[in-house]
């Protein structure tokens, strides 16, 4: 099985232990995709530490990277090519699904774009806990484009952290954003939304449950699984 959440910012794992107490027969065979701001991959001091807790988990975790990353212990894994996509590998069965890529999975595609802005990045320290690598790049936006070419722009779902305008105008018309006004990254990946037929998107990074239509998903702490 795939399943898909929002944001764990490495501790936030209460939903895994309910879930998995629900679904006995799991094993590394499933998947369990965090729509961004994963977290694990954040504080070199605890950091095994705090992969460990994924790792003890009965599903194979995969996620995008959210604008909470620490994008330098983050790219310091080599990149690898899995499942039709590049890849950091941080563990066996915790792996970063990178920017721009398709992944197939079980039959069924994959396309995976994180990033986002911090909005609180003023009350943060660059290098410390904000880096600069949280926002997407128009050379990351080439690449997707370039990748959803070669899949005819045909793919089953979309993972992302953040959301193209198109989704962020159902969070509004919901009041379930604070109408501050789109990000760099709301008119970049406008680009998937204008040019790609997929069956469904999810994102997390607003912190919100909510299924916006038939082919958009916010995801906070529910779990979803894909068809």
């Given at each position: 099985m795939i399943y898909v959440t929002g944001d764990t910012h490495r501790t936030d794992l209460d939903r895994f232990v309910h879930f998995c107490r629900e679904h006995p027969g799991l094993s590394k065979r499933d998947y369990m995709i965090v729509a961004g701001d994963f977290g694990g991959v954040f504080f070199r001091e605890t950091l095994e530490e705090d992969l460990q807790r994924f790792s003890d988990l009965p599903f194979t975790v995969l996620f995008v990277d959210g604008n909470h990353e620490n994008f330098d212990l983050l790219n310091g894994y080599p990149v690898e090519l899995w499942k039709g996509g590049k890849v950091h590998r941080v563990r066996p069965d915790v792996i970063h699904l990178m920017r721009g890529q398709v992944f197939e999975l079980?039959?069924?595609?994959?396309?995976?774009?994180?990033?986002?802005?911090?909005?609180?990045?003023?009350?943060?320290?660059?290098?410390?806990?904000?880096?600069?690598?949280?926002?997407?790049?128009?050379?990351?936006?080439?690449?997707?484009?370039?990748?959803?070419?070669?899949?005819?722009?045909?793919?089953?779902?979309v993972?992302?952290?953040?959301?193209?305008?198109?989704?962020?105008?159902?969070?509004?018309?919901?009041?379930?954003?604070?109408?501050?006004?789109?990000?760099?990254?709301?008119?970049?990946?406008?680009?998937?939304?204008?040019?790609?037929?997929?069956?469904?998107?999810?994102?997390?990074?607003?912190?919100?449950?909510?299924?916006?239509?038939?082919?958009?998903?916010?995801?906070?702490?529910?779990?979803?699984?894909?068809?």
């Open positions: 079980e039959g069924k595609t994959f396309f995976t774009f994180g990033g986002a802005t911090s909005v609180d990045r003023a009350r943060r320290v660059e290098g410390e806990t904000w880096w600069r690598q949280e926002s997407p790049t128009f050379e990351e936006l080439d690449e997707g484009l370039y990748h959803l070419g070669r899949h005819q722009n045909r793919v089953d779902y993972i992302t952290h953040s959301c193209g305008e198109t989704a962020y105008a159902y969070l509004l018309s919901r009041r379930l954003v604070g109408g501050k006004g789109l990000f760099p990254e709301n008119h970049l990946l406008s680009n998937f939304e204008d040019r790609a037929a997929f069956r469904h998107w999810y994102f997390g990074h607003f912190h919100v449950d909510a299924v916006l239509s038939d082919r958009y998903t916010a995801l906070s702490h529910e779990i979803v699984a894909v068809e």
